[in-house]
């Protein structure tokens, strides 16, 4: 790998990567952090790599195997929405059509009900949202988690000091490029990433107990 003063042009802020990455840097170099430049970096003589981290995340197989659930549980909710939607309709129809035979107090009762069960159709849906993004979120942040492994095993292998993200790098030279050794050893030890459904509607469950408890009026 080549020095960084043979090729390397930075976007702006010197040594920043993408959030949930962790710099790899010798700490020599972390005193002089605040010098923001390429030139700075350079003058130490320290080696730079380059990883696209974007494409580690969207085309490796752990991210395809996210994407591919996430798709697949989606589908199963529109059509579970969908269903719920149709047999609501149904139901307010019928109501419609039973007024003229009802009480007015009948009627009210049978209206409350039905509205009623329109709130829980739109709790559940913003439950099964809410769940899903979690569910998202815990997935790529354990695959985030698995390729800043593999990049400091890297770095320590083959002596990088800096390992930027190719986003945060104007130009860099094809050698700096440690996309493709990263993601061989991605797809090798991390293929899947379970798309954990249930952990997740767990765990808004209990975020959605404890802030009704929060927001309960106080026993006199």
């Not at 960084?4 to 010197?14: D, E, I, P, T, Y």
């Not at 050893?185 to 808004?204: M, T, Y």
Request: no cysteine.
């Amino acid at each position: 790998m080549m020095q960084v003063s043979k090729m390397a042009v930075l976007a702006g802020a010197g040594v920043v990567v993408l959030a949930g990455l962790a710099l790899i840097v010798g700490p020599s170099l972390l005193s002089h952090a605040s010098k923001n430049s390429a030139e700075a970096i350079a003058g130490f003589g320290h080696v730079i790599a380059v990883i696209d981290a974007q494409a580690v995340l969207n085309s490796s197989k752990a991210g395809k195997s996210i994407q591919d659930q996430l798709a697949t549980q989606r589908d199963a909710f529109q059509k579970e929405f969908s269903k719920m939607e149709r047999d609501l309709g149904d139901e307010e129809k019928k109501l419609v059509a039973e007024r003229d035979k009802l009480t007015p107090e009948k009627f009210a009762e049978k209206r409350r009900a039905f509205e009623e069960k329109l709130l829980d159709a739109r709790r559940l849906a913003q439950r099964r949202r809410v769940s899903l993004e979690k569910a998202s979120a815990d997935a790529y942040n354990k695959l985030r988690a698995r390729m800043t492994e593999i990049v400091a095993e890297q770095a320590q292998a083959n002596g990088y000091d800096i390992v930027l993200t190719r986003q945060n790098v104007v130009l860099a030279e094809k050698e700096m490029d440690i996309t493709g050794p990263v993601m061989d050893k991605l797809n090798k030890d991390f293929p899947d990433v379970k798309l954990d459904i249930s952990a997740a509607e767990k765990a808004v469950d209990t975020a959605l107990e404890g802030a009704e408890k929060s927001n309960a009026p106080a026993a006199e």
